[in-house]
């Protein structure tokens, strides 16, 4: 019986790697702040989306006075819709852009360089 170690020890399995990573801080952090984001405004967004249908089934009026020519608050409204769709989507980019494509960039280049030291290629 020997109690020597051998040089190297087996490679971890890369499902291994990505559990350690999934139970890290870091990447706990990470998903923190993207629901963070993400969860709020998809709230904030189903709101104004609800107010937008219940105000033109139950306030007709409202919805139909015209603000000038042929232009109503409905259709203000209804494009209005689509304006917070893009506001939403570029407030997301910048916030990705800060918050969480850094730590993921970090999180990938530390999973890239074990996967490097342990690919028996070279």
């Known amino acids: 019986m020997s109690t020597d170690t051998p040089a190297s020890a087996p ?22 702040a993207l629901r963070g984001f993400v969860f709020p405004m998809t709230v904030a967004f189903f709101l104004w989306y609800a107010l937008y249908v219940i105000l033109s089934a139950y306030a007709r009026g409202f919805m139909g006075a015209k603000l000038f020519g ?24 910048r916030f990705a852009d800060r ?24």
């Open 11 to 32: 490679a971890e399995s890369a499902a291994e790697r990505y559990l350690a990573v999934q139970r890290s801080d870091e990447f706990a952090g990470l998903r923190r």
């Open 70 to 93: 042929n232009i109503n608050v409905a259709l203000v409204f209804g494009l209005l819709q689509f304006v917070s769709t893009f506001v939403i989507a570029w407030l997301y980019s």
């Open 99 to 122: 918050r969480i494509d850094p730590v993921a960039d970090r999180i990938r280049t530390e999973i890239e360089e074990v996967t490097d030291e342990h690919d028996p290629r070279g």
